[in-house]
């Protein structure tokens, strides 16, 4: 799902005020690895590759000095680590007297709408990561339809939340 779709749909089903929350930790697992990718290809002086296919973009990322992405993706998009993360949160709230942060809880609905839209091969989600390498062969985020739904889904969440 593109970062948009990512933010919007923190806005639309997370609790709480912090919208700038719910939109950085809504693309935070993408933001952590493709950020650094970028950064890599900026101190190193290189183009931002320019992909035909999303074939060649994976076969990219299959190389020796670009692997590191998806390793880094497969723990970024760990539901089993961002539980983690997210109960230190909420226990660290909790001990210090502030309120929920329920936008922490953003970064795992990220990754609960990327494994049923992401295929395997383009950045399957292994949601498990640690615990197994299991991952659904879910359908492409970009096809014309699935954005079309998930764009008019999100939409009337967000017109019911905050417009009627």
Known sequence: ???????????????????AGKIILGIMPDLAVFGPNLLVIAIKGKKLPRFKTRENMMD?????????VKTLYRWTHSLVIWSLLIMAGFFLCKYHGYPPPWFLLAAPLHILLDIPT???????????????????????????????????IVSAILLFRYIL
């Not at 799902?1 to 919208?19: N, R």
């Not at 990219?60 to 590191?68: G, Y």
């Open 118 to 152: 992401h295929t395997k091969k383009s950045f399957p989600v292994e949601f498990l990561t640690p615990l197994s390498s299991f991952q659904l062969d879910g359908i492409h985020w970009s096809q014309k339809w699935v954005l079309l739904i998930n764009y008019l």
């Open 1 to 19: 799902m593109d970062i948009l779709a990512h933010s919007l749909w923190a806005i639309a089903v997370i609790p709480g005020e912090q919208i």
């Open 60 to 68: 990219w990322f299959e190389k020796k000095d670009n692997r590191w």
